[in-house]
């Protein structure tokens, strides 16, 4: 797997990303990307947009990283079928961007939330998740002030009837309920797909769940799958 | 301008004239109790500050101390107390960002954020307000920069209704051997300014936060400071890059009296002297004066003695982060400050005695008199109920509602979350060890007893790190008091200090920083009391770290102590 | 009866916001932008006793609630304006 | 020469900032309120070529950044505003 991480101004999660594709790369640490630059290296087989809050979430969360040289190029890539893992600020900007669809608005409780959630995983069939079970639960943080996930319902049907809703806020034994939506999203949506589930956006930390000592492993299984699908 | 009429005297022996406007604001900065500690000065002396492994003690941006295997932790904590009253959410937030550059301009990577906090009693028609806006600004700020919050304690008491306290506190990681200090040397090195551009923020906020709390202070709200935690990350960033290189000589955040005090300070320490040419100050406003870009307190700054020759590949590194970049100035070996202004010079001043030669004052105290004894309390409740009572009382509740609102997760390294006896965070690079932080004081019982509840506050965090199986280090220290012109609260003061030092020498546990913050009233009436402490300590294994849930049932449960 | 209050950052007081959107415009080639302030225009639908009233009673009460809650008056001006 | 942005969630869009507003000005005893939204009013300072255009042109070119950065057209609206 040779995967690159994009830093734009104020990301603040992508050592923790590092950490967690080194350790499921044979201790190869992926490449950094500049978010001034305007090219990826030839042979890149996953990009990563990290946490953090770029440009410091003024105006829209995402919005000015979105419109940053690098993200041409990884438009560019990303059509010619390029894995893209958006995490947190990395969902908000791929959703800026048009990568994916939606938007991130604030939490329906207008404050910042870092805790561990269930998420149920709602789907095996994709190169993200092979290694997880359908319907398993999983224990991963979420550190957000915006993953309030929208969309029009319509458009909500179709990401369920394509099978591209990736996780869905659930409690410990997978249900999903008005209980457990986190932060308003709807329909509990946690992380979604393109059409061609080339493309993961989630708001939640698998990266902070990759270690037993800090935050537990729950979270390794998508970076396994994603090592195992590009190796 | 807060100078005493025998200040002000002192001021015209220095200067053998009568200073202007530009130099009369610095002397009144310079010394203000926030920047000279006058009264405590005498007091903190006395403090224990060494250890064989303390690398650097009081004195410096933060303290320093060897954690082994070549690396360093270094930590502070400082108060942001009137600001947050005034303006809880930027007041709390730009406390955050302050201390956090007090520990990476020494070159640490910042690795964990804590607090302590007091509010005023919780049906108090401004605390809900006050509550949710310090923590939001803690947040915003924290959050923002990704630095984990770990820890912290919060109490609620009548006696902060019109003052509360906000203390924040950071820890840092460093390699030993790249620590920076902020001492100027070099005739001729350039002085270089770098980071957000100056406004006509907070000018006179270290006098105000030595000043007592009127009625009408409301009306000093135009000099609240707006934080900016975005600029703050990439100063971060670009500060610890540009250390990374062999080109600063000394580095200093600019915080309370702005350019005034890290200027005066660094050329003090270093024996030098300094022209600043105020026209390269890079400015956010139009028509700012000599008198605004020294006194401003516009966060997210710092100045940078470089070796000479090396401004192209510091300003490269600043580009490279959209900050901006400006050589303000030289070193001189006159000793004097030397400011210039549209080709005119604007100040001229010896630099010694507004710094390290302020004036100190010996304030009378009196010895705080012994409380009568409690006596025997009946139980007014049945335990059960009593025990409902106390676990739901504002003080004792929970916290969770607080740390969540704070990434205590981010940098990966967070072995202990809050909600326990004291945070764990992992060494980055020596994955097997970890540090253990906590804060603690308990202000009734400092109020009671300062000589005791001074050394309680130090004993509770050797506890607290004890427990989760650290061995306690060093502390920093955060003391808030009344008026100390007063006696009786000087002698709260005195009482503290003595109760620390007790502690700290019984422990062998010394004091690396700390931060004084005095005039903590409302018309008349002080604060309790509080010296907050912050401990750290470390474990050389991570894995045999110990937490407070009972873990099995049928397993015994032991009480230890007397 | 509509109501718009309009918040704004006090002059010479930072903008962090605006700061980061006057540079993100000039990236994207908006060069002839020189400075960019961020406010908030908040929008309240008024019904009952009150929207009878007469406009400047109707008025004052919005100043109120501006005052108390829509605006932090520390470091943030406001303004009033009535809609239909 | 001034341009305001005045960019509004869509109707339909949930507004939980303008929900928790309405919530607590109820709770300051304003019960008359029946609904509100926040949305954002951004003034830019134009200069240059651009402020010296015939107006037609400022305001095309003042869309255009609203289009492409100031508001996120899949859950806002948005209006232009030369003035001055
Ligand atoms: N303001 C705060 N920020 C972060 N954590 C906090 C805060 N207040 C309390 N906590 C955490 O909540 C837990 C309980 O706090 P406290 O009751 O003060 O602990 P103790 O008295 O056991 O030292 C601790 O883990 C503490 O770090």
Redesign the pocket.
């Known amino acids: 797997m040779k995967a690159a991480i994009v830093t734009f101004p104020g990301s603040n999660r992508e050592r923790d990303m590092r950490m967690a594709l080194t350790k499921v790369n044979n201790g190869k640490p992926p490449v950094d990307v500049w978010h001034g630059d305007s090219e990826l290296p030839k042979d890149i087989d996953l990009i990563v947009l990290p946490g953090g809050f770029s440009y410091g979430d003024y105006l829209r969360c995402g919005a000015m990283a979105a419109n940053s040289p690098i993200m041409q190029e990884v438009k560019k890539r990303a059509e010619a079928g390029t894995r893209v893992l958006a995490v947190c600020n990395g969902f908000q900007i791929a959703c800026e961007a048009g990568l994916l669809p939606g938007a991130l608005m604030t939490n329906a409780s207008l404050q910042f939330i870092c805790r561990e959630v269930n998420l149920r995983v709602e789907t095996t069939a994709s190169q993200f998740t092979q290694k997880y079970r359908k319907g398993q639960t999983i224990r991963v943080p979420v550190a957000h002030h915006d993953g309030n996930y929208t969309l029009d319902a319509d458009s909500v049907k179709r990401l369920e009837d394509a099978d591209l809703v990736a996780f869905r806020y659930a409690d410990s034994l997978g249900n999903v309920a008005a209980s457990t939506n986190l932060n308003g999203s709807v329909s509990n949506i946690a992380g979604i797909y393109n059409a061609k589930k080339t493309v993961l956006g989630l708001m939640p930390h698998p990266e902070n769940a990759t270690d037993p000592v800090c935050g537990g492993t729950d979270g390794l299984g998508l970076f396994e799958s994603i090592a195992e699908s590009l190796s | 301008m807060g100078l005493s009429k025998a200040e002000y005297d002192l001021v015209l022996e220095i200067m053998g004239r009568e200073p202007n406007q530009v130099e009369l604001g610095i002397f009144s900065v310079m010394w203000s109790e926030h920047c000279s500690y006058k009264s405590s000065k005498k007091w903190l002396k006395t403090l224990p500050t060494k250890a064989p492994w303390v690398i650097c003690g009081p004195g410096e941006n933060a303290g320093v101390i060897d954690i082994g295997d070549g690396y360093a932790a270094i930590f502070k904590m400082e108060s942001h107390n009137h600001p947050s009253f005034i303006e809880p959410y930027q007041g709390a937030a730009t406390g955050v960002g302050g201390i956090l550059r007090d520990v990476f301009t020494m070159g640490a990577r910042p690795v964990a954020n804590?607090?302590a906090?007091r509010f005023g009693s919780p049906d108090h028609a401004k605390t809900r307000h006050l509550v949710s806006g310090v923590?939001h600004g803690i947040g915003g700020y924290g959050n923002s920069v990704g630095v984990p919050?770990?820890?912290?304690?919060?109490n609620f008491h009548p006696s902060y209704n019109g003052n509360i306290l906000v203390n924040a506190m950071t820890v840092g990681l460093a390699k030993t051997d790249k620590i920076f200090y902020s001492a100027a040397a070099g005739l001729g090195n350039p002085v270089v300014y770098v980071g957000s551009k100056t406004g006509r923020d907070g000018i006179h906020g270290a006098t105000m936060a030595s000043a007592e709390f009127t009625e009408d202070s409301e009306e000093k709200r135009p000099t609240v400071q707006v934080g900016d935690p975005f600029t703050e990350k990439l100063l971060i960033e670009a500060c610890l890059e540009l250390m990374n290189t062999d080109t600063i000589v000394a580095i200093q955040d600019m915080g309370a009296a702005g350019l005034t005090s890290s200027s005066f300070e660094m050329a003090s320490k270093g024996g030098m002297g300094i022209v600043i040419d105020l026209d390269k100050v890079p400015a956010r406003e139009t028509g700012m004066t000599p008198f605004e870009f020294m006194l401003s307190e516009s966060q997210e700054r710092m100045l940078i003695i470089l070796k000479p020759g090396s401004e192209p590949q510091a300003e490269a590194i600043f580009k490279k982060w959209e900050l901006d970049f400006a050589v303000i100035g030289h070193l001189t070996d006159t000793g004097r400050m030397v400011l210039r202004f549209n080709g005119e010079q604007v100040g001229d001043l010896p630099i010694d005695p507004l710094a390290a030669a302020s004036p100190e004052y010996d304030r009378p105290w009196v010895k705080t008199p012994p409380q009568k004894p409690l006596g025997r309390v009946n139980h007014p409740l049945p335990f059960v109920e009593a025990l409902g009572k106390l676990i739901g009382s504002p003080d004792?509740s929970s916290?969770r509602w607080?740390?969540e609102q704070?990434d205590h997760l981010i940098r990966g390294n967070t072995a202990q979350v809050?909600?326990?006896?004291a945070?764990v965070v992992r060494i980055e690079g020596n994955e097997k060890k970890a540090l253990a932080m906590?804060t603690?004081c308990t202000p009734r019982y400092v109020f009671a007893d300062p000589v005791e509840g001074g050394k309680q506050a130090v004993a509770?965090t050797w506890r607290?790190l004890t427990a989760v199986g650290a061995r306690p280090l060093a502390i920093t220290d955060n003391m808030n008091f009344g008026n100390p012109e007063r006696p009786e609260i000087m002698g709260q003061f005195v009482g503290a200090v003595e109760g620390i030092r007790e502690a700290c020498l019984a422990l062998d546990y010394p004091v690396v920083s700390g931060n004084v913050s005095l005039y903590n009233e409302t018309n008349g009436k002080g604060i309790l009391p509080t010296p907050a402490i912050g401990g750290v300590g470390i474990l050389d294994d991570v894995t045999k770290m110990a937490t407070l849930a009972f873990k099995l049932p049928g397993e015994a449960i032991l009480l230890v102590g007397k | 009866m509509k109501a718009r209050v309009h918040v704004s950052l006090k002059n010479g007081v930072l903008d962090p916001q605006g700061k980061a959107i006057n540079h993100a415009l000039h990236g994207l080639g908006f060069a002839d932008v020189a400075d960019v302030r961020q406010g908030k225009l908040i929008e309240l639908e008024l019904t009952g006793a009150l929207a009878a009233k007469p406009k400047a009673e109707i008025e004052a009460a919005v100043k109120d609630m501006a005052q108390k809650l829509l605006a932090n008056t520390v470091i943030e001006n406001f303004s009033v304006e009535l809609v239909g």
Do not use: F, H, M
């Not at chain 2, 919050?149 to 919060?154: F, N, P």
């Open positions: 804590l607090n906090l923590v919050t770990v820890a912290g304690e919060v004792l916290r607080i740390w704070y809050p909600g326990g006896d945070a906590t603690d509770e607290n």
